[in-house]
């Protein structure tokens, strides 16, 4: 399996040199360009968001006119990521509909070599799906169940939720999760039986209490298949109410700040469309646009966003003198000091060079902690090489840094960040002692944003002097020699619009200098309500506007 990971990865970085250079732009009557929209599913396969990218590329699919070219590469990067993802039956079904247009297709296109590399390795992947599933806990099996539905693969979503329905197994929220995955998927599929599972739904969201998620979510989405609401339930949605102001926000008339009803309009419906939980816009430090959906709920997960927490805090000890970039790694952790390990310095990890795979091939031990996982890891290519985008790797920092600081880096992190930019509901998730650096910090809307607004302050914070550094931002936010589009854990934007912190499902901080805007978007599920992605081209293009 380990070869078969590597094999499958070597597929998706061979398209990069294509991609690399495309910027989503906007074609016709506001269309993105198909090789932009293959350039942007790239990207998102390349972080690890291997489900985004197969929408991303699925939509492209859905366009009349396509030309055969990008509809290869469109159905070749599918192919891979749901191989990455162990889905066989819809990696083949992929790969069938690339033979069908193969001989349209030049033969030096990526694309052509990528299926090669496929086929080669067919033989080497599980032979079912549900082999990949078997193992899987129960809330891993429901996320795949959700992903079917969220990709189209509705036939493979209901019998999987019927599978573990029929055992019995699982709590009764658990259980309401499954039911609502499977009368969307049968709905979808035009089976008559949708509304048995509306109503098996129905019954066990009984136990639920009145304002539960899933209860507002089943009414979303039978509201976006042209349903009435569920009966016997409330739908009088109510959503988050912030205060006007705190310590630091205060919230403005939006044309006070330059922006028009028109950009207020594409913003609000960029959110709805895109299932977002909460989406806030700053203008020169004041709240000009704030959005809350039903679901939204206190505290929200930053998801891989946690990064860029993580790089912040490196600065900051680097600053004090308690870190340098390049110390090796095995000067805090013993177990990394000889062969290719001992190659890795802290600047690896920073830049995601150390030469660590995309996807782990080390199994993960029931009792162990993120940390001991992480020391684990092997390296499988020279450090500074090339750019991998890894989990293990920045969670590899998470000892290291702790080290440096003397106590817990969850502690460190809220009294010398967050506590200094008045994010005090903001808290890294620490389990069995060991701090979570690569995801699911957990913040609110307004605090999540306070960490753009403190990039975009130079690292002061207003009543608070520096906290961080100015010339730690300038070489964060500078690419490293192996990505043109990344820092030390922090994302630089296309064409020197800013600098953004992401993470899964678009849980993002945008930082637009320029402009003087700060965004942030959080979403905590892929809602089957949702009927498209969140554009955060088009988001960029409405502010531009005004």
């Known amino acids: 399996m380990a070869e078969s990971q590597a094999i499958v990865t070597a597929c998706l970085l061979s398209l990069s040199t294509f991609v690399a250079s495309q910027q989503p732009v906007p074609t016709g009557q506001g269309q993105e360009a198909p090789t932009a929209v293959v350039a942007r599913a790239m990207q998102q396969s390349r972080t690890g968001a291997w489900q985004e990218s197969i929408t991303t590329a699925n939509s492209l699919l859905q366009r009349e006119g396509l030309p055969a070219t990008r509809r290869a590469e469109a159905l070749s990067l599918i192919a891979a990521c749901h191989t990455r993802l162990g889905q066989r039956e819809q990696a083949d079904a992929a790969i069938a509909a690339f033979d069908k247009i193969a001989s349209q297709v030049p033969a030096n296109n990526w694309s052509v070599r990528s299926?090669?590399?496929?086929?080669?390795?067919?033989?080497?992947?599980?032979?079912?799906?549900?082999?990949?599933?078997?193992?899987?806990?129960?809330?891993?099996?429901?996320?795949?169940?959700?992903?079917?539905?969220?990709?189209?693969?509705?036939?493979?979503?209901?019998?999987?939720?019927?599978?573990?329905?029929h055992q019995g197994i699982g709590s009764n929220e658990q259980r309401c999760d499954l039911w609502l995955h499977l009368a969307f998927a049968r709905h979808r599929l035009g089976r008559v039986d949708a509304s048995q599972a509306f109503d098996q739904f129905g019954t066990a969201a009984k136990q639920l209490r009145q304002d539960h998620h899933l209860i507002w979510e089943t009414q979303l989405v039978r509201q976006s298949l042209g349903l009435p609401p569920l009966p016997g339930f409330t739908n009088n949605a109510k959503t988050f109410s912030p205060p006007s102001s705190d310590d630091y926000w205060h919230v403005v008339e939006p044309s006070s700040v330059g922006l028009g009803t028109k950009t207020l309009a594409t913003l609000r419906r960029l959110a709805e469309q895109s299932g977002t939980d909460g989406l806030l816009v700053t203008r020169s430090g004041k709240i000009a646009f704030e959005y809350y959906s039903p679901l939204y709920r206190e505290p929200m997960r930053t998801m891989s966003s946690c990064k860029s927490i993580t790089g912040l805090l490196a600065g900051m000890l680097i600053a004090r003198g308690k870190l340098g970039l390049d110390d090796?790694?095995?000067?805090?952790?013993?177990?990394?000091?000889?062969?290719?390990?001992?190659?890795?310095?802290?600047?690896?990890?920073?830049?995601?060079?150390?030469?660590?795979?995309?996807?782990?091939?080390?199994?993960?031990?029931?009792?162990?902690?993120?940390?001991?996982?992480?020391?684990?890891?092997?390296?499988?290519?020279?450090?500074?090489?090339?750019?991998?985008?890894?989990?293990?790797?920045?969670?590899?920092?998470?000892?290291?840094?702790?080290?440096?600081?003397?106590?817990?880096?969850?502690?460190?992190?809220?009294?010398?960040?967050?506590?200094?930019?008045?994010?005090?509901?903001?808290?890294?998730?620490?389990?069995?002692?060991?701090?979570?650096?690569?995801?699911?910090?957990e913040t609110t809307l307004r605090e999540?944003?306070?960490?753009?607004?403190?990039?975009?302050?130079?690292?002061?914070?207003?009543?608070?002097?520096?906290?961080?550094?100015?010339?730690?931002?300038?070489?964060?936010?500078?690419?490293?020699?192996?990505?043109?589009?990344?820092?030390?854990?922090?994302?630089?934007?296309?064409?020197?619009?800013?600098?953004?912190?992401?993470?899964?499902?678009?849980?993002?901080?945008?930082?637009?200098?320029?402009?003087?805007?700060?965004?942030?978007?959080?979403?905590?599920?892929?809602?089957?309500?949702?009927?498209?992605?969140?554009?955060?081209?088009?988001?960029?293009e409405a502010l531009s506007r005004d």
């Open 115 to 165: 299926m090669a590399r496929l086929r080669s390795n067919q033989h080497k992947q599980p032979s079912d799906p549900t082999q990949v599933l078997a193992a899987a806990d129960l809330p891993t099996r429901i996320w795949t169940v959700r992903q079917d539905n969220q990709v189209g693969q509705h036939a493979s979503a209901a019998s999987a939720a019927e599978s573990i329905l």
């Open 328 to 441: 090796p790694v095995g000067k805090y952790l013993p177990g990394w000091r000889d062969g290719m390990r001992g190659k890795v310095t802290v600047r690896h990890l920073l830049t995601m060079t150390a030469g660590l795979p995309r996807r782990s091939d080390v199994a993960h031990q029931p009792d162990e902690s993120w940390n001991d996982y992480a020391m684990r890891q092997r390296i499988t290519r020279d450090p500074g090489s090339a750019w991998e985008y890894s989990n293990e790797g920045v969670q590899l920092l998470s000892p290291i840094l702790e080290q440096a600081a003397g106590m817990p880096l969850s502690e460190f992190a809220e009294q010398e960040l967050f506590a200094r930019i008045g994010a005090d509901n903001t808290h890294m998730r620490r389990l069995k002692g060991a701090t979570n650096t690569f995801a699911d910090t």
């Open 448 to 540: 999540f944003a306070r960490f753009g607004e403190l990039v975009r302050n130079r690292g002061v914070w207003p009543g608070g002097g520096e906290v961080i550094p100015e010339s730690w931002l300038d070489a964060m936010t500078t690419p490293c020699r192996e990505a043109s589009n990344y820092g030390y854990l922090w994302w630089i934007e296309p064409d020197g619009r800013g600098y953004s912190m992401r993470g899964y499902l678009t849980t993002n901080v945008w930082v637009f200098p320029s402009l003087d805007i700060v965004v942030a978007r959080v979403q905590q599920r892929a809602y089957l309500h949702a009927s498209r992605p969140f554009d955060a081209e088009r988001m960029f």
